[in-house]
Every structure is written in structure tokens, then in C-alpha cells.
Nanobody
Framework: QMHVAESGGGLVPAGGSLRLACTLS????????VGWFRQRPGTEREFVGT????????FYTYAVKGRCTISRDNAKNTVYLQMVSLKPEDTAVYFC???????????????WGQGTQVTVSS
């Protein structure tokens, strides 16, 4: 069993930055890809970006490309989502999930966190 937990959300002004963390525990951390998703008010959950278990494959959705960076620290069993130049439309609950392969398809991730709220004020 894998336990996934997000942290680092909060209130930030437009143009600001935030770093979210996704901590994994339980099974072999390094073998799992980790994806980031978000759910904005009144919308369905959407893909943000993902990183492979080895860290050699990383890709993002077009809406955040250039403003988000995903990295992983295997020593801390943690994957980070660094966001810069935040916009009010980035306001959402951000989720991370662990799975076998890095993919934009939410259904292929096995383990999910509870989410962390990010609010960007205008």
C-alpha cells in the first residue's frame, strides 16, 4: 500500500510563486511515476504535469508549461511542483498521484492524495 500526501498549498497574490510537495510512503517510492492534477471550482480534475520514477521523463499540460517545474528528491521520497507567475485561474485543489507510468490519464494512477488548496488572489 502506498500513502500519498500533498502539502504547501495556501493563498498567494497573482504573480507570486508556490512550491507544493507530494510525499510518498509505503512501497518502493523510486519505482513510481507521480502526476500532478488540479480541480478548479466547477470543473473536472485536469492534468498539470508528471514525472517518471527515474526522473528522466517530465511533461506538462500546455496551460502551465513554462510556469511549472516538477522535480523529485528520492532521499526524501518527495516530488515537488514549483509554480511561478501564478494567475487567479490557477486557483484549484491540487492533487498528486502515484502510478506505474508517467501519463496525463488520471485513471492510470493507483494512489491519490487528499489534495491541497491553492488560492491566487487578483
Amino acid at each position: 500500500q502506498m500513502h500519498v500526501a500533498e502539502s504547501g498549498g495556501g493563498l498567494v497574490p497573482a504573480g507570486g510563486s508556490l512550491r507544493l510537495a507530494c510525499t510518498l510512503s509505503g512501497r518502493t517510492y523510486g519505482s513510481y511515476a507521480v502526476g500532478w492534477f488540479r480541480q478548479r471550482p466547477g470543473t473536472e480534475r485536469e492534468f498539470v504535469g508528471t514525472i517518471s520514477g527515474s526522473g528522466d521523463k517530465i511533461f506538462y499540460t500546455y496551460a502551465v508549461k513554462g510556469r511549472c517545474t516538477i522535480s523529485r528528491d528520492n532521499a526524501k521520497n518527495t516530488v515537488y511542483l514549483q509554480m511561478v507567475s501564478l494567475k487567479p485561474e490557477d486557483t484549484a485543489v491540487y492533487f498528486c498521484a502515484a502510478g506505474v507510468i508517467p501519463t496525463e490519464r488520471a485513471g492510470l494512477y493507483e494512489y491519490w492524495g487528499q489534495g491541497t488548496q491553492v488560492t491566487v488572489s487578483s
